[in-house]
């Protein structure tokens, strides 16, 4: 459809109205018009030919399409363009702004973004806001473009899409700034003058957002503001109307940027006192919502109390009731979560997260007291709300968004804690759970969950309380909900520290759960509560020891997760066991994976992944000259792990479980097993042929470490490097190989580390040290952290192998790439990557200046005049950079810091 240079009008037209036809869709069709208007987009002809479209005005559809190209190129692209053109683009946008300034609202805000995108970025536009004003405020058809413009302009500032710099965002929000008063000047003379137009709430709309706009920008008025009669007006609204009143939403939308900007209290101080009085007027409102069950209200209510809270902390928790710490606000919030949604509870949590964690900083305990009853109401309310719904009775609970709530109100609960005090807290719980009988199973089942998040907190001398939980706890019935019967397993775990102390209870409990594991529905319940018991007290559940592996034997319908966790748990306590018993104990927990395996060697991870968690659970302490216990379990399963390695070839995630099994083996018996170096490295290398998985290489990398301290085998590790190297290089030299396999990047720049580290010379000395370090130093501006850091330690090792062992091969490979490693850790430092992938970056950076001196420095010099300056940086900033990461004094720390303050100024 288009050809080469510039697009046709007619072919553009064309492919809009094939790509908005929603009578007659073909898919073939649209897909092409698609990539055809794309591909117009990213080219330099958009400009003309969005001004073009939006002048001859031919349909809604057309316009927008070009309103939106024209923002995103200059949003994106507006380095393409001549300064000398930036003023005719202004003059253009403001043009079209006024030919539909009472057209379509969407086309006026996209013509406003660009307007407002455009002004930030062309720096000799000094004036934005007062050409802004003269131009549209005279004419009133003219003021809701006026306000779209003026509400954007503020908000664009602080988009990361637009790549302004530091030093040029301050500047336009200085320059914003100073212009505050004319803008709120403006608002209250249109707010003013609103009755005589045609729609008066439509333009009070526009007047909020504007006003909330600046408010958040910052340095305006605050007398000026608190004075006007915008302020009253917002609060007339959301008080008295409802969400159906055209400006509901704008108005509280208004009064959370005012309660926003008065958390500056020292500056906006009058403006707070203006608004505190109104928040406490807002509470019969909010009462009438919840008698009524109007949600929308509600939300909006606790949103804005909620946000007037956080900025009213400092004197809420320093001046209790007194002033600008007036409690109407906290006690507006606690009414607000009486109301039977939870969701109007969660939002107000950031607040009260805030609240307890200044109380508990509060140095004078007469606050303390104030706020308990507070905390002691939310507790009682939480505890309401986390109860699960009737409709759950028969069945487990499996509400996501609930269950997310509560995981957040256990954390809460640790904050109401602090302040209250762990007893009292759970006192309190535990009459509710020893007066409330199995039948009312929610309230039960809502106490006993508040109880197990903070029960562990308990200090021993406490241990009279914890023992009443789990006499109530190994009270409930198995006839009992079976939602009350699961968090009663989960207290039991939740009590472990307590229960491994005392021998007597430790049997009551596992009876407990031999009971629960009958049930299918609560056995992964069960079986996580014992993973619990067996991480507290290994050494005391040996002797049951005999009943643990029962249970692995039998277990049925437990999540594998589940199953493999309390594998590895189970393999730890057999480390307590004296050695001659080890290696049965661990071959019997093996045998259902073993058996399963020879049975099914079509789809073995699960049963990897099983003994994997025995290597990875086993904590025992072998002497050298000792056969490892795991020896056997590992003989075992290697004609396995030998046959999964190329059935599993074609799935990543089953060929990654199957190296970390063979992984773990390897750490756990090594040395021991140099026998199997040979047909594991055949296999590797057969498998890495077939399908290249960059898991190969990281197993590779531990094989380097296990095996290479023996002399004997040195031949065989470098046939392991020779043999994947090649293939290797071909995939990671192909177009785009390093973005497209960064993981590949990591795992063999970590296999490249070993080998120099345990088999140096001979790696360094070989022709293939010239592809390492090419190929190492494209990745340093990788935007993948592991693989990049993979490469840095490669780097840094050689360099340490250069300075340390006097390496002159090492040092070569370091001089003749290293002008290429400053280039891009310059290009990285000057934007080109995010402030979390500098780190590394930059350490490299001092290394390299500290090692190489004066040679170094020069690279660095080169690298630095290759910044553009003016957009983003001055000459003088530069000189700067180099002279603070050149001096004698700096430190590895030090020059990170001054790298990331420098990234800055691209941000």
């Known amino acids: 459809m288009a050809g080469e240079g510039k697009p046709q009008l007619h072919e553009v037209y064309a492919a809009l109205s094939v790509l908005y036809d929603t009578q007659n869709r073909d898919k073939l069709g649209v897909e092409k018009a698609s990539t055809y ?19 001859q005005n031919k349909g809604k559809e057309n316009n927008n399409f070009a309103a939106t190209m024209l923002r995103n190129k200059i949003q994106k692209e507006f380095r393409e363009l001549p300064e000398n053109s930036h003023a005719s683009l202004r003059d253009s946008l403001l043009k079209h702004l006024d030919l539909y300034r009472e057209g379509d609202a969407v086309l006026v805000t996209k013509l406003s973004l660009a307007v407002a995108d455009l002004a930030l970025q062309m720096v000799s536009w000094k004036n934005v806001v007062n050409d802004l004003v003269a131009r549209f405020s005279q004419d009133s058809k003219s003021w809701t473009v006026l306000l779209e413009c003026l509400t954007v302009l503020p908000e664009e500032v602080g988009s990361r899409y637009l790549k302004l710099g530091a030093a040029r965002r301050e500047e336009v929000t200085t320059q914003l700034q100073a212009c505050s008063a004319t803008v709120f000047s403006f608002l209250e003379f249109v707010s003013a003058n609103s009755a005589s137009l045609p729609n008066p709430d439509f333009t009070h709309n526009h007047v909020f957002r504007c006003w909330g706009s600046w408010l958040v920008l910052g340095e305006f008025d605050a007398r000026a503001v608190a004075q006007g009669k915008i302020l009253p007006k917002i609060f007339e609204i959301v008080t008295v109307n409802t969400p159906c009143h055209t400006c509901y939403d704008s108005a509280c939308d208004a009064v959370c940027s005012a309660t926003y900007a008065m958390e500056d209290l020292h500056v906006n101080r009058e403006l707070a006192l203006q608004i505190v009085p109104r928040l406490a007027a807002l509470q019969p409102t909010l009462v009438n919502a919840i008698n009524t069950d109007n949600l929308d209200v509600v939300n909006s209510i606790t949103r804005i109390v909620t946000e007037a809270g956080e900025s009213l902390i400092s004197p809420l928790t320093k001046t209790p009731g007194k002033d600008l710490g007036d409690l109407s606000v906290v006690s507006t919030i606690l009414a607000a979560i009486q109301f039977p949604d939870y969701s109007v509870a969660e939002s107000s949590f950031s607040f009260w997260f805030q609240l307890a964690e200044n109380i508990y900083r509060a140095p004078d305990m007469e606050i303390v007291e104030t706020y308990k009853p507070v905390f002691i109401q939310l507790l009682n309310t939480l505890v309401k709300l ?3 719904y009737d409709e759950f009775e028969e069945s487990s609970f499996d509400d996501e968004d609930f269950l997310d709530f509560r995981d957040k109100c256990s954390d809460l609960f640790k904050d109401i804690v602090y302040i209250v005090g762990i007893r009292p807290v759970l006192e309190l719980l535990l009459a509710g759970v020893e007066q409330t009988p199995p039948d009312q199973w929610q309230r039960l089942e809502s106490m006993l969950f508040c109880s197990s998040c903070v029960i562990k907190i308990l200090s021993r001398a406490d241990s009279d309380i914890v023992m009443r939980y789990l006499k109530a706890a190994l009270g409930i019935p198995t006839t009992a909900n079976q939602n ?7 207290v039991l775990g939740e009590c472990a520290e307590w229960v491994t102390i005392e021998q007597q209870v430790l049997n009551h409990v596992l009876q407990k759960l ?12 069960c ?3 014992l993973e619990k018991l067996c991480q507290m007290g290994g050494e005391v559940l040996q002797s049951h020891l005999e009943l643990l592996i029962q249970i692995i034997e039998q277990a049925e319908e ?18 307590y066991q004296p050695l001659a018993l080890q290696s049965p104990h661990l071959m019997r927990i093996a045998n259902r994976s073993l058996l399963s395996l020879a049975k099914n060697p079509a789809d073995p991870v699960k049963d990897i992944d099983n003994i994997s968690s025995i290597f990875r659970g086993y904590k025992g302490e072998v002497a050298p000259t000792d056969e490892s216990p795991l020896q056997a379990v590992f003989v075992a399963t290697w004609p396995h792990l030998s046959v999964a390695l190329l059935s599993c070839a074609n799935s990543v995630n089953n060929i990654e479980r199957v190296c970390r099994c063979i992984r773990y083996g390897l750490r756990s018996v090594g040395k021991k097993t140099p026998q199997i170096l040979e047909p594991l490295a055949e296999k590797l290398i057969q498998l890495y ?5 960059s898991c190969v290489l990281y197993l590779s990398s531990v094989i380097v470490d296990e095996f290479s301290s023996d002399v004997r085998l040195e031949e065989g590790l470098l046939g392991l490097f020779s043999a994947m190297g090649p293939k290797t290089f071909e995939i990671l030299s192909a177009p785009h190989g390093l973005e497209r396999n960064p993981d590949t990047v990591d795992d063999f720049y970590r296999l490249c580390s ?3 580290q345990h088999v140096g010379s001979r790696v360094v000395c070989s022709p293939i040290m010239i592809h390492l370090v090419d190929i190492a130093t494209n990745c340093l501006s990788l935007q993948h952290k592991d693989a990049q850091c993979s490469a840095i330690k490669f780097m840094d090792i050689l360099m340490q192998r250069a300075n340390n062992e006097k390496c002159p091969h090492s040092l070569g490979q370091i001089k003749r790439k290293g002008q290429d490693m400053v280039n891009s850790i310059v290009l990285g430092v000057s934007g080109g990557l995010p402030p979390s992938l500098l780190t590394d970056l930059c350490i490299l950076l001092h290394d390299l200046l500290a090692a190489l001196g004066e040679e170094a420095r020069a690279w660095l010099r080169l690298a630095l005049g290759t910044i553009p300056l003016g957009a983003y940086v001055t000459q003088k900033q530069v000189e700067e950079l180099y002279h603070n990461v050149t001096a004698s004094t700096t430190l590895p720390r030090d020059t990170v810091r001054y790298c990331k303050e420098f990234n800055q100024c691209f941000s």
């Open 558 to 575: 437990v999540p594998h997760s589940t199953f493999t966790a309390f594998i590895e748990c189970v393999a730890g306590i057999c480390s």
């Open 527 to 529: 079986i996580k509560t």
């Open 484 to 490: 009350l019967r699961v968090m009663s397993v989960k």
């Open 37 to 55: 208007l794309s591909h117009i987009q990213q080219s330099v002809w958009a400009w003309e030919l969005a001004d073009t479209l939006l002048i």
């Open 514 to 525: 031999l009971q629960e594991l009958r049930d299918k529905k609560l056995a992964s319940h």
């Open 386 to 388: 986390c109860e699960l």
């Open 689 to 693: 042929n077939i399908k290249p998985h």
């Open 754 to 756: 070993r080998y120099i």
